[in-house]
């Protein structure tokens, strides 16, 4: 089962979105220089349908955007809160963090508007640097589209 540590509103994780980034546990990656291994333990509230509605109610009209931080160990627990959350009656778009390198075989990604692909590898850092291993991709037409240079700066 998917369990939850925290969530906030930020800005930055998803280029053009307010977006309620919750936290997810019991990640498998073991990403050496890892920046929140209190997420490697099983800790936190179940993570279902009727908690993530709960978090919808609650913050629904500031937000633009649900992202989900981690659950590798379930991955197709993400999707299916992903559907759920695309089949509301006023939508909010989706996102995914996942440190894995690709996709689970099978994995729908037409449930996604942003999915990021990648472990944590602290010598290339996060999205924010250039030098990064990780990407972040927005799904259009089931297409996977590589926005990763939205995070750096612009030099013109
Ligand atoms: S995916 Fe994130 S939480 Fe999991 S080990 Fe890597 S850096 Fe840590």
């Known amino acids: 089962m998917l369990k939850y540590t925290d ?4 800005f930055q994780e998803i280029p053009d979105e307010v977006t309620l980034a919750i936290n997810i546990s019991n990640c498998p990656n073991k990403c050496e ?12 509230e179940p993570l ?11 913050y629904k009209s500031g937000i633009t955007c649900v992202c989900f931080m981690g659950g590798d160990a379930s991955p197709f627990e993400v999707e299916q809160l992903a559907l759920y959350l695309q ?11 996942s440190g894995k390198q690709n996709l689970p075989s ?13 472990p944590y590898i602290g010598t290339r850092g996060g999205l924010k640097s250039e030098l990064t291993n990780q990407r972040l991709y927005k799904i259009i037409n089931r297409e996977m589209i590589d ?6 700066k612009q030099t013109v």
Do not use: A
């Open 7 to 10: 969530y906030d509103i930020v």
């Open 33 to 44: 220089g890892c920046h929140s291994p209190y997420l490697m333990e099983d800790i936190g």
């Open 48 to 58: 279902t349908i009727e908690s993530l509605s709960m978090l919808l109610q609650k």
């Open 147 to 152: 926005i990763t240079s939205r995070f750096w």
């Open 87 to 97: 089949c509301q009656p006023t939508p909010v778009k989706t996102g995914w963090y």
């Open 106 to 118: 099978g994995f729908d990604i037409s449930s996604f508007n942003y999915i990021k692909l990648g």
